[in-house]
């Protein structure tokens, strides 16, 4: 399964917009490239989904460049509440691989 | 709807006992699923379901079974718990649509083996 790097942590403040980068150099055709978000002692939750572009919803928008080597994951506005673990995974058909995640630590 | 709710929310064993670790969806989700999370590091799949009947290894398979007799329900037992064995174990449950993927998790079961 191809792997996943992303920062081990990231410091932001309340309001700020917060962009966390993930690199799979060796993604395959077929692989989608998700995000999860888990708060301590919480199972993790689904945030965003895409294979290429651009992906916007509520919570969070999802930037993929042409060649799909890379993602960035873009808070908007982030508060305290948005302080959590987040995951960047490959998925493959049924299975998730998830790594050590970005601890993001949001401060007033 | 419940969602995934996982039973029991603690246990404590003592090493050579065994337990079982209930997983329950209500959501008709095909494929169901079992990690472990130890401190600092991220989920590691233990063991899938992709339906009624059928199981399959994660990555870290080894001193669990699994079962899947209802397509509801997905089982993860501990037939001789060791202490390398404590971790929050986490459950979840998907939708089988082809390239499309939310699994929902389960509350977690903090188990630790003495």
């Known amino acids: 399964l191809a792997k996943t790097t992303q920062p081990i942590s990231m410091d932001s403040y309340e309001g700020q917009e917060v962009n966390i980068t993930c690199s799979h150099n060796?993604?395959?055709?077929?692989?989608?490239i998700t995000w999860y978000q888990q708060f301590p002692s919480q199972g993790p939750r689904f945030i965003i989904q895409?294979?290429?572009t651009k992906v916007t919803n509520e919570v969070a928008s999802l930037f993929i460049p042409a060649d799909r080597k890379s993602s960035t994951l873009s808070l908007p506005r982030v508060s305290l509440s948005d302080t959590a673990v987040y995951y960047c995974?490959?998925?493959?058909?049924?299975?998730?691989?998830f790594g050590k995640g970005t601890m993001l630590l949001v401060s007033p | 709807n419940a969602g995934v709710t996982q039973t029991p929310k603690f246990r404590v064993l003592k090493t050579g006992q065994s337990m079982t670790l209930l997983c329950a969806q209500d959501?008709?989700?095909?494929?169901m699923y079992w990690y472990r999370q130890d401190p600092g590091m991220g989920l590691r799949l233990i063991h899938y379901?992709?339906?009624?009947?059928?199981?399959a290894k994660g990555e870290v398979p080894d001193g669990y079974n699994v079962s899947r007799l209802k397509k509801q329900n997905f089982l993860l037992g501990l037939e001789s718990a060791a202490p390398s064995q404590t971790s929050v174990y986490f459950c979840?449950?998907?939708?089988?649509?082809?390239?499309?993927?939310?699994?929902?998790f389960g509350p977690g079961t903090r188990l630790t083996v003495l």
């Open positions: 379901s992709v339906g009624e009947g059928t199981t």
């Open positions: 895409g294979y290429k």
């Open positions: 995974l490959l998925r493959g058909y049924s299975t998730l691989t």
């Open positions: 979840a449950s998907r939708p089988h649509r082809d390239y499309t993927d939310t699994q929902y």
């Open positions: 060796n993604i395959a055709t077929n692989d989608y």
């Open positions: 959501m008709n989700h095909e494929y």
